[in-house]
């Protein structure tokens, strides 16, 4: 079935510092979606990618797809304690396959 | 807020045994989903149903099967437990057409 590779598995950032994490695929990806988990807890969905160069923000999280849908990205600006937990990319193509995910770190 | 509620946060079972793991959501999803969580790797997708008394295999459904008979409960069964069975299980439902997966709070399944 088709891969989805996230990079890096592991981030540890000074609070206020940025912070991004990739998710690459060989193929094409159909609709990306992306997922927050805080530590001991569960998946929790946070957007959904579908068009080619689509790029989208919540508030400090920028998230964008690439143009030959075969990559992207969850960016944060100037991190806080809160952002720390686990962010999953998952290609959303009938069946939804996740990345590896990247914890993230935030030291105070 | 669609709930779905996994019947056993902790769970130690021994090798062999037959373990169900229920999962319930109400909010008339008809997508329902199971994954296992494991270190480095990510949720990898068990089984999954796109209505009832339907079920298709995920990625590694090898040592599980599913019983879907109403819409709202989706269970997971290990047929016999074993070690390599110790896991996070997460259960998802969604809405068909929908956009994201809500999920539970998860099983931490220990096979001894």
């Known amino acids: 079935g088709q891969q989805v590779m996230q990079i890096p598995q592991y981030q540890h950032v000074q609070e206020g510092e940025d912070f991004t994490t990739y998710c690459n695929s060989s193929t094409t990806l159909s609709n990306i979606q992306w997922y927050k988990q805080r530590p001991g807890g569960h998946p929790v969905f946070l957007i959904q990618?579908?068009?080619?160069?689509e790029v989208k923000k919540q508030k400090r999280l920028t998230f964008q797809f690439g143009e030959a849908k075969k990559n992207s990205s969850l960016h944060i600006t100037a991190t806080q304690t809160t952002d720390v937990g686990t962010y999953f990319c998952a290609n959303q193509g009938g069946k939804l396959i996740f990345g590896q995910g990247t914890e993230l770190s935030v030291k105070p | 807020d669609v709930k779905v509620t996994q019947s056993s946060r902790y769970l130690v079972k021994r090798t062999g045994e037959k373990v169900f793991l229920e999962c319930v959501q109400d909010?008339?999803?008809?997508?329902m989903f199971w994954y296992r969580q494991d270190p480095g790797l990510g949720l990898r997708l068990i089984y999954f149903?796109?209505?009832?008394?339907?079920?298709e295999k995920g990625d590694i459904p090898e040592g599980y099967s599913v019983s879907r008979e109403k819409k709202e409960r989706f269970s997971l069964i290990l047929e016999s437990a074993s070690t390599n069975q110790t896991s996070m299980y997460l259960c998802a439902s969604r809405l068909l057409g929908g956009y994201g997966y809500t999920f539970g709070s998860g099983t931490r399944l220990t096979v001894v």
């Open positions: 990618l579908v068009k080619s160069g």
């Open positions: 149903s796109y209505d009832v008394k339907m079920k």
């Open positions: 909010m008339d999803h008809e997508n």
